[in-house]
């Protein structure tokens, strides 16, 4: 059985940092594309970043580019965004997904497509005050 399970989230000042991770219970992890979605109260899900199978291609929606980074280890089961420089506007509930990458070694132009993914994971609340 699939799990997701995020960590890492909670509350900091603008321009603090947090580092989220999503442990995935996944038969080869490194065979699926990962991605970071977030929302926030009565916004619809966003795709934040994206990060392909090995690792070499990552993908981020412009508002977080410069300020959050993907990365995954496949050793570990395990992804992980760092977000620097918050700000309130990065409030959210944050939710990991996972993707077959069909031998793919990109997520493709859909990344941040929530309907792209199959596996979710139940989310880890950030909120950033001013």
């Known amino acids: 059985q699939v799990r997701l399970v995020e960590s890492g989230g909670g509350s900091v000042q603008a321009g603090g940092s947090l580092r989220l991770s999503c442990a995935a219970s996944?038969?080869?992890?490194?065979?699926?594309?990962m991605g970071w979605f977030r929302q926030a109260p009565g916004k619809e899900r966003e795709g934040i970043a994206a990060?392909?199978?090995?690792?070499?291609?990552?993908y981020y929606t412009d508002s977080v580019k410069g300020r959050f980074t993907i990365s995954r280890d496949n050793a570990k089961n395990t992804m992980y965004l760092q977000m620097n420089s918050l700000k309130p506007g990065d409030t959210a509930m944050y939710s990991c997904a996972a993707r077959s990458s069909f031998g793919s070694n990109g997520c493709g132009r859909a990344w941040s497509a929530p309907e792209q993914y199959t596996y979710w994971g139940q989310g880890t609340q950030v909120t950033v005050s001013s």
């Open positions: 990060v392909s199978t090995s690792g070499s291609f990552t």
């Open positions: 996944i038969d080869t992890y490194s065979n699926y594309c």
